[in-house]
């Protein structure tokens, strides 16, 4: 009864002006070049990757596909490329409760972009209807699974309330910030830092650096905020030869040359 009364509140106009804050919140700020998703498939399952009972695993995106059906269908099928997502609301409200039947096409188109060989058109009338069916007996667990997967392809992640995040890009930024990217006018700064850093080391100096050292060196590069000494971790290191040695600037350096103390490599 609880799982009707979500379904049926989310498939009428009464969801309506939500389906316009929905699109303005995520759709809109979508990056175009991500919007219309390509989903490679996976070789080693031919199929929608993550189960239909895995909605556990994140619940923000389950809240989504129980309590805002329409819009958040929509949504997955919009992404897909297969209709603008007005389009797509509309006939899920028309459809109402008959929804997930007519919309099990798509859902089988959706698997065949994900590597399932067989074709809608090679199903018999018989197991069209069954699977019909079933998208209607499992339509909530069938929109999380469809939505987990155009979300991942795409690189977003939406929670509660139309608050969407861009997994991507902190990705990315994080990996930036890990690496210590050294391009641009930061450069300059960060390799004055990096020789005080160095000397320290290379006298006998202390392994944990203030802010004139390595923790400044991380800092200059995009890293970690240095209001506290910071360790002289491999990591840092590394940094430093990358950044010192001229051959290797920009470079990562061979297996054999990682290491300061076991080469003795001076800078």
């Known amino acids: 009864m609880i799982s009707l009364f979500f379904f049926s509140t989310g498939m009428t106009v009464v969801s309506a002006p939500f389906a316009a804050i929905y699109k303005f919140n995520t759709l809109n700020s979508i990056p175009d ?10 070789p080693n399952i031919l199929d929608l990757e ?3 009972f895995s909605f556990t695993e994140d619940t923000q995106t389950f809240l989504h596909a129980c309590c ?43 698997r065949n972009r994900m590597g399932l060989a067989r074709e809608w058109e090679d199903l018999t009338e018989k197991e069209r209807n069954l699977y019909r069916m079933e998208a209607c007996a499992c339509w909530p667990c069938y929109a999380y699974q469809e939505a987990k997967q155009v979300d991942t ?9 139309c608050q969407l995040t861009d997994v991507l890009a902190e990705e990315e930024e994080a990996r930036a910030e890990g690496l210590g990217i050294l391009n641009g006018p930061r450069a300059s700064a960060v390799l004055a830092q990096a ?5 320290q080391r290379s006298s006998g100096g202390p392994a944990a650096m203030g802010p004139g050292g390595v923790g400044a060196l991380v800092k ?40 300061l103390t076991s080469k003795g490599r001076k800078t």
Request: aromatic share 12%; glycine share 6%.
């Open 50 to 52: 993550f189960p239909w």
């Open 195 to 199: 020789g005080g850093a160095i000397g």
């Open 68 to 110: 805002c059906y329409a819009p958040r269908v929509a949504h997955t099928y919009a992404a897909a490329d297969f209709a603008p997502y007005w389009i797509l609301y509309k006939d899920l409200v028309m459809y109402n409760i008959f929804a997930p039947i007519k919309f099990a096409e798509y859902r089988w188109l959706l």
């Open 153 to 161: 392809a795409m690189g977003i992640s939406i929670s509660c309330c």
């Open 33 to 42: 070049a991500r919007f219309k998703v390509h989903l490679h498939p996976n």
């Open 220 to 259: 200059a590069s995009g890293g970690i905020d240095d209001s506290a000494p910071q360790a002289l971790t491999s990591e840092n290191i590394q940094i430093l030869e990358d950044m010192t040695t001229a051959p290797h600037i920009g470079q990562r350096l061979p297996d054999d040359a990682q290491s």
